[in-house]
């Protein structure tokens, strides 16, 4: 965590020289567009654009969220498809092509998706895991994120002029690098949203007729090979993979190295400890608990879940607090420094002479109010709402804000470090501690059971979102410091764009919630994964609920975590492999190996580097794409549930078609996906490197 | 003749070399001091037949091999002082490694040969001497083209903690003034301390902490035990091998012991019966009876699996290794490379194996007569002893540590399973596999104590061909040596259990009774625990795919934890160290190093003398370990954290040694 000077390598052309040094004293940072000048910020378009790709990424980001445990990049794309759209209104509908800083702006609006979906999808459907859904309804799953982005841009607020100012050029910063190099090189940008058009298009099309219309499998599964039926029943040891579009681009973006380690966390699980217990269950006359049913009756994916799934939870909430132990040395830092500044501010260290339009924000004043404001509406939300009619309800809901302001306030700045050094913030390990910490808190105070376990459920939430927020307000800080937009514009469009992607997450949550479930039961055989949530879950069933907990599984999960950390491997990662099904592991492999491919494809760096990030445009389209057409495919088995009709065309049922594609499907949904992996690499290869600037 | 004045090791000696940079031993190429002398041969052949016999006795009473070559490495410093011309450090290799083939050659026979006496077999002396041998010369000449793979080319990625311990005991010997002392007085220390500890009953010799109620009832209701051998050997091991390889190997520990140990439990305590190969029902078993009836057989299939992956890694460089003596062959002579990388010619191997080759045949064929089965079983010896050469130049080259029994007992499998196949059963079936799993035991072995010695000679600047030629000289001495020993010993003693009305007294031999159990099983059918070795198979995969080393993974998988964990703290010590010594910088920085190297060497050394000492004291008649014993012995808590106390002592020792800067007059050039 040195603050060396980074070397000035790289600066994209249009970006002044001084953009990523250290500024010399007296120096001052002229941006690309000048304080002096006023081109349009906000506009119709900007704020239309904003809320729509909100709305889109929310809905997708939920998704992925909730199915793969993974957070996507909303950023990168919004940007590419914010100077589309301004390419596209230039060009064909001859109108005025988007300023800079209105894309900046749509960026500013849009980009809010990913964090409050990360805040909201890795705590809330905790709530139905537990069963707590009862208590609890849509109101109160949209307030829970809201109310934690909003404190969240107004905890960061006071310290925009610390990180992009007085650290210029001596922080990385390397997703607010990446972005702006695309808002920069506006020109190319209308070629590169055409990309990731398309190739969203693709995927949703690819994702539709394999799962929704039959048209493959959607996984394919060795247990499906009759020659391997013996080979299956004997050993319990099955290897499969889905055939998704979105996974193949989500390992694309991951990586060999990360979807490497995924994978191994799923091989561990299928052909290590299954095979095991599928070798002593013979041996096994009766059930053993937690399992309900003899060991030996059980196939291999029961075994999985109802053994090896809570050894993978006991591992990602192992991992979880091994990475904030990790970051220790880093918390340490930004609490301090975070004290300094606030106290500094408070001297009125702050104002000095005029202000710039390039530095004018929310007054200070405001953003303490704000705070106030947001800090008495939850303590008003869980006097009121959550704890009303409990004994000593003031107390606990004074201490529950307490600990709620507290613990965002600390995490917010450490989330802001990490996202300026490595853009990774170690967002599941924060809020298991605040879960564990608020659990202890508020037993020690007497609240156990159903609501005590929701009500340390929503501070989670709250303190998740804002952790989020951070990280993400400062990385659009530094964007609007390199090009010049007026930081009071990001805040206010970041709480704007706060409220549309709350409710555009609450409502995938609960359709989710509705159609598929988040942990199995009657309704729900098979449920989304929904990792974190469930590891979230197991954490206050453990804590506040009744007994029951499978503590022996979760203990060796988090004993295996530190082997693996003990070995130099992401123990997160692994853990998380090990929890989700192998079938949405191995095909991020697939795609991990295309990008590696493509990395090398070439001796020349410029036309590999140009190949693969060909490449990586596509595969964020997939992820788009393949996310939003499960998304409406969810929307649409509702719709047919709620009606009773079924009008999705089913292949299968095809006359004549129908049985051979029956027959074929698993063999058929490998060879489509082998063949769109060839296709992705086929198609990226072909990409040359840019002309070189004049 | 003056002996060459030594200086220390060059800077790059632990460390990988960028690339054009080339390492320099002590001796360079162009020198030819005295080497394979009369002086050498002499000391090394007697040290070697002396170390065999001791070492069969107490292998066979204990299961305990002597740590062999270190201690003759400090005999040899010794002894060279008595003459009127010092011994070269050339002639000191020479000495270690012939006289280090003892503990190798014991250790391959130990494991198996008594096996044939408890079977009631009775082998000709003839007999288990040509099975030590051909076994041993198998080693050997399946080494030499990986010498320039694991020696040379990997330079400073291995950590070779026996090869480093013995070359800086020559080095330093050799040198004199302060480090000689500092390496004596470690030496001593752990000498002292390890005697006491595992030869009589001062107090704990292993730290499990189970008299904490808490730890005790973790270890009852889930199995979860965690222990801790206390011993400065393994303290200067865990330091010579590094934090790396020492964190891999207890991850691998905490794998086995921790998780999968628990969760066998966790499901196999509701079943009833004993589930094969376990035998006796799983819940009631303490963890360390599920770690040795399960867990460790997927720790052979992970470390098999890993070897295989080695075998892949160092193939492109064997190849390279043989056409690089194919083309010297041809141009007549190896004058183009220099005395340092010089081997025994390829003809000269190709000749060797093939002469064992037809040997082994002609011995297994008076066992079997002619056929199918001579053919497969010839095929085996050579096929295990190459593909186990590798795993153990790499296990020894990482840990120090060789996974005999593990790869003997696979040995064993695999040949019952086949040669079942082909019709062979009964006695001679039983000879059959034990012979082939002496031959490929002691291979192996004695293949992990070559590399060490080649890494020594590399090191210092030895002749790798002269080296390589004293290793079959060793390898002959140490054979005959053993084979008449266990001769001997089987007219007095009889091995493994006492069978009734035999009077003789009894020699354990552990590790030989367990082969003798697993060949009686095998070849009357037992199903084999495939699944085990397969899960193991996969984690070896799994690591592979993660960047890990495998086999060093696997290792710890496969061995003690309680002999992981101490390792463990070395390792921490040799990376705080290795800060310490960067933020001091210079000379001051580079003098840490080096005497953290000759601590760390010092405690190795000594925890080996300490170990033959103890060996040599058990063979008096009358020897009791409560000769020594504490009244507190029995009483765990005080027992235990006394054991703790002298740990942390042996490492504040290590530390603060090596931290403590050397007298300026004593560091004047």
């Known amino acids: 965590m040195a603050l060396e000077p980074l070397p000035p390598a790289g600066a994209p052309a249009g970006l002044p020289e001084n953009a990523f040094r250290p500024l010399a004293p007296g120096e001052a940072y002229q941006p690309v567009v000048p304080a002096g000048a006023a081109p349009p910020e906000v506009t119709v378009r900007s704020v239309l654009q904003g809320v729509l790709w909100s709305v889109v990424f929310s809905a997708a980001a939920t998704y992925i969220a909730l199915k793969l445990g993974q957070g996507i990049e909303s950023a990168i794309p919004i940007a590419i498809l914010a100077v589309g759209v301004s390419t596209l209104l230039a060009r064909a509908a001859r109108g005025r092509a988007s300023s800079l800083l209105e894309n900046v702006n749509v960026l500013a609006v849009g980009a809010t998706s990913g964090i409050v979906a990360g805040g909201s999808v890795f705590t809330m459907p905790a709530i139905y895991v537990l069963g707590l859904e009862g208590r609890s309804g849509f109101l109160q799953i949209f307030l829970v994120p809201l109310l934690g982005a909003v404190l969240g841009v107004f905890l960061l607020a006071p310290f925009r002029r610390y990180f992009t100012r007085e650290l210029h050029g001596r922080l990385p910063f390397p997703e607010a690098r990446a972005t702006t190099e695309i808002l920069v090189a506006g020109n190319r940008g209308g070629e590169s949203a055409l990309v990731l058009t398309w190739s969203a298009a693709t995927a949703a099309v690819f994702d539709f007729v394999g799962p929704t219309m039959k048209g493959f499998a959607d996984t394919f599964s060795t247990a499906a090979i009759g020659a391997l039926s013996g080979f299956t029943e004997r050993t319990k040891a099955v290897f499969s993979m889905n055939t998704s579009a979105a996974i193949f681009g989500l390992g694309y973006i991951m990586g060999l190295d990360y979807a490497a380690i995924i994978l191994a966390g799923s091989l561990v699980s299928f052909l290590v400890l299954v095979p095991l217990l599928g070798w002593l269950g013979p041996h096994v006359a009766g059930a053993v608990p937690p399992a309900a049913v003899p060991l030996a009756a059980m196939p291999h994916d029961a075994l999985f879940a109802a053994y090896v799934r809570p050894i993978g939870i006991g591992g990602i909430f192992a991992a979880g607090l091994l990475s904030i132990l990790k970051m220790s040395p880093v918390i340490v830092r930004a609490g301090r420094q975070a004290v300094a500044e606030v106290v500094r501010l408070a001297r009125g260290g702050g104002a000095a002479g005029v202000e710039e339009r390039t530095d004018r924000a929310l007054p200070m004043a405001l953003v303490v109010a704000g705070v106030a404001a947001t800090g008495a509406a939850i303590l008003a939300y869980f006097r009121l709402s959550v704890l009303a009619g409990e004994p000593g309800a003031t107390g606990m809901a004074l201490l529950a804000t307490g600990l709620t302001l507290a613990i965002s306030f600390l995490f917010a700045a450490v989330s802001a470090w990490a996202i300026a050094m490595i853009s990774i913030t170690p967002i599941s390990g924060m809020t298991l501690t605040t879960l564990i910490v608020t659990a202890v808190a508020l037993s020690a105070l007497g609240l156990t059971g159903e609501r005590g376990m929701l009500q340390t459920l929503l501070i989670g939430g709250v303190v998740c979102t804002a952790l989020s927020m951070s990280g993400s307000l400062v990385t659009q800080y530094q964007i609007g410091r390199w090009l010049g937009a007026t930081p009071r514009t990001i805040e206010i469009a970041n709480l704007l764009g706060s409220v549309v992607a709350s409710a555009a997450t609450t409502a995938v949550i609960l359709l989710m919630a509705k159609v598929y479930g988040f942990a199995p039961d009657a309704a729900h055989p098979t449920p989304l994964p929904a990792p974190q949530p469930n590891a979230m879950a197991a954490v206050l069933r453990g804590v506040m609920g009744a007994g029951g907990a499978p503590w022996f599984l979760y203990a060796v999960g988090g004993v295996f975590a530190v082997a693996v950390e003990l070995c130099g491997v992401s123990g997160l990662a692994f853990a998380l492999g090990m929890y989700l099904p192998m079938d949405l592991n191995s095909p991020l492999v697939l795609g991990a190996l295309a990008a590696w491919l493509l990395r090398r494809s070439s001796k020349d760096a410029a036309t590999s580097a140009a190949r693969h990030e060909r490449g990586t445009l596509i595969a964020s389209g997939f992820i788009a794409g393949g996310a939003l057409v499960g998304v409406l495919a969810a929307l649409l088995k509702f719709v047919e549930d709620s009606i009773g009709v079924a009008f999705v065309p089913d292949l299968t049922r095809l006359p004549g078609l129908g049985p051979v594609l029956q027959a074929w499907s698993n063999w058929l949904g490998l060879a489509a996906f082998l063949l769109l992996g060839a296709w992705v690499y086929w198609v990226s290869r072909r990409a040359a490197p840019a002309p070189p600037a004049a | ?669």
């Open chain 2, 1 to 669: 003749m003056d002996a060459p004045t030594v200086t220390s090791l060059p800077e790059n000696a632990y460390l990988p070399l960028p690339p054009g940079e080339a390492y320099r031993p002590i001796v360079p190429a162009t020198e030819a001091p005295p080497e394979s002398t009369f002086r050498a041969v002499a000391w090394g052949v007697a040290f070697c037949a002396l170390f065999t016999a001791a070492s069969a006795y107490s292998g066979l009473k204990v299961g305990q091999v002597m740590e062999a070559a270190i201690p003759i490495s400090i005999l040899a410093i010794g002894m060279g002082r008595l003459f009127k011309r010092r011994s070269t450090l050339l002639e000191n290799v020479i000495i270690t490694g012939i006289g280090g083939n003892s503990g190798a050659v014991v250790a391959g026979a130990a494991f198996t040969l008594p096996a044939l006496y408890i079977l009631k077999l009775d082998p000709h002396p003839w007999q288990t001497i040509f099975i030590c041998l051909a076994g041993g010369a198998l080693g050997v000449l399946f080494l030499i083209p990986l010498r320039r793979y694991f020696v040379r080319e990997t330079h400073g990625q291995f950590p070779y903690p026996e090869a480093t311990a013995i070359t800086e005991v020559l080095v330093t010997g050799e040198k004199g003034g302060d480090q000689a002392r500092l390496l004596l007085q470690a030496t001593g220390i752990a000498a002292a301390y390890d005697f006491l500890v595992t030869t009589f009953q001062a107090w704990k010799e292993t730290i499990d902490l189970r008299f904490v109620p808490a730890v005790e009832a973790l270890a009852q209701k889930a199995k979860m035990t965690l222990s801790f051998d206390a011993l400065g050997f393994i303290l200067g091991l865990g330091y010579v091998m590094g934090l790396r390889s020492s964190l891999l190997l207890c991850a691998g520990g905490v794998l086995s012991n921790l998780v999968l140990v628990p969760l066998i439990w966790f499901v196999g305590s509701h079943v009833p019966e004993a589930v094969y190969p376990g035998a006796q029902a799983i819940g009631a078993m303490d963890a360390s009876q599920i770690f040795r009836g399960y867990v460790r057989l997927i720790g052979v299939g992970a470390i098999a699996t890993a070897g295989i992956f080695g075998i892949l890694k160092s193939l492109r460089i064997v190849v390279g290794s043989f056409s690089i003596a194919v083309r010297a062959f041809r141009s007549g002579g190896e004058h183009g490379l220099e005395r340092t990388d010089r081997d025994v010619s390829v003809m000269t191997i190709l000749a060797g194996v093939v002469v064992s080759a037809l040997a082994v045949a002609a011995f297994l064929g008076d066992l079997a007569g002619l056929g199918a089965v001579l053919a497969i079983g010839l095929l085996l010896v050579l096929l295990f002893s190459f593909f186990f050469t590798s795993v153990a130049a790499n296990a020894i080259a990482t840990t120090a540590r060789n996974p005999v029994s593990g790869m003997t007992m696979l040995t064993v499998i695999v040949s019952s399973v086949v040669l079942l196949e082909f019709g062979l059963s009964g006695r001679t079936g039983m000879f059959f596999v034990m012979a082939i799993a002496g031959m490929v035991c002691t291979a192996l072995s004695v293949s992990g104590q070559t590399v060490t010695d080649l890494k020594v000679g590399y090191w210092l600047g030895s002749t790798p061909r002269a080296q390589e030629r004293m290793k079959f000289l060793g390898v002959l001495v140490a054979a005959v040596v053993v084979g008449l020993t266990i001769v001997l010993l089987a007219r007095t003693f009889q091995f493994g259990e006492a069978a009734p009305g035999d009077p003789r007294a009894v020699l354990a031999s552990p590790q030989a009774s367990l082969m003798k159990a697993l060949v009686e099983g095998f070849m009357s059918r037992q199903p084999v625990p495939v699944l085990l070795f397969a899960v193991g198979a996969v984690i070896a995969v799994v690591m592979e795919m993660l960047q890990v080393p495998a086999l060093t993974f696997a290792l710890g998988m496969y061995l003690p934890l309680e002999l992981n964990s101490p390792a463990l703290v070395g390792g921490f010590i040799a990376h705080f160290l290795q800060r310490r010594s960067e933020a001091a910088g210079g000379e001051a920085g580079r003098s840490m190093r080096e005497r953290g190297v000759v601590v760390a060497s010092g405690l190795l050394a000594g925890g080996a003398l300490g170990g033959v000492f103890g060996a040599a004291l058990r063979t008096v008649p009358g020897f009791s370990e409560g000769w020594v014993r504490t009244p507190f012995y029995d009483v765990d808590w005080i027992s235990q954290s006394v054991s703790l106390a002298g740990f942390t002592a042996l490492c504040a020792y290590l530390w603060l040694a090596s931290v403590r800067q050397a007298r300026p007059a004593a560091r004047a050039p």
